[in-house]
């Protein structure tokens, strides 16, 4: 059973902007230029959902972030399907742990329904090694009727090459992650692991 998500003095669980919703600046989503097909539309909140989503993926989590998920959402890729509070927040505190820089190159929404979908590029490189690889994927973010997110599927394009990029994607399965990475408690230590994540990046 997916254990309770942490809060906070300043409410990581409920981040909200004006009228109690959450924004991008409430939240602290660096992805703010959400790009849309032609003729695709979205409103402010499913704009702040992708924005969040994006951020995810090139590495920069925090409890706010998971603030917009369901307690027993999922998140499902090629090779893992991680369900639940513990692990689908390993999956994506555990992203920074192995790979660094992670660089978006680009994230297209095509469909603005239910699931959002959106093609995105997304490039990793391995710590310490500096083996890098671009991935190609559709996203589709599955919401519930209060708003949150239920599920979050990448489907990669093609196969996973074999190699160590592999090796460091098949070590974020759902089973293994939550036993190396951490994923923090309070506000605090999540701001704490927050700055020292962009302290290594700019590093680089």
């Not at 513990?86 to 505190?93: A, G, M, P, R, V």
């Amino acid at each position: 059973m997916a254990s309770s998500a942490p809060t906070s003095a300043t409410g990581a669980t409920g981040a909200t902007g004006t009228g109690n919703t959450p924004s991008f600046s409430s939240l602290g989503i660096k992805h703010t230029d959400i790009k849309c097909a032609p003729g695709v539309e979205l409103n402010e909140q499913q704009k702040v959902i992708v924005g969040s989503v994006l951020d995810l993926f090139e590495g920069h989590p925090t409890l706010k972030h998971f603030s917009l998920w369901s307690q027993n959402a999922t998140f499902a890729d090629n090779i893992t399907v991680a369900q639940g509070y513990n692990k689908y927040t390993s999956q994506f505190y555990g992203l920074p742990a192995l790979f660094n820089p992670i660089e978006l190159q680009r994230a297209t929404v095509v469909n603005g329904g239910n699931p959002i979908e959106m093609e995105m590029s997304n490039k990793y490189v391995i710590k310490g090694i500096k083996k890098e690889q671009t991935m190609d994927s559709l996203v589709r973010i599955h919401l519930g009727s209060d708003g949150k997110i239920e599920k979050v599927e990448d489907k990669w394009n093609g196969k996973l090459p074999e190699g160590a990029i592999s090796d460091a994607f098949r070590k974020l399965n759902a089973v293994t992650v939550p036993a190396f990475v951490k994923v923090p408690k309070t506000e605090e230590e999540d701001m704490k692991m927050k700055a020292d994540r962009e302290a290594s990046q700019d590093s680089k």
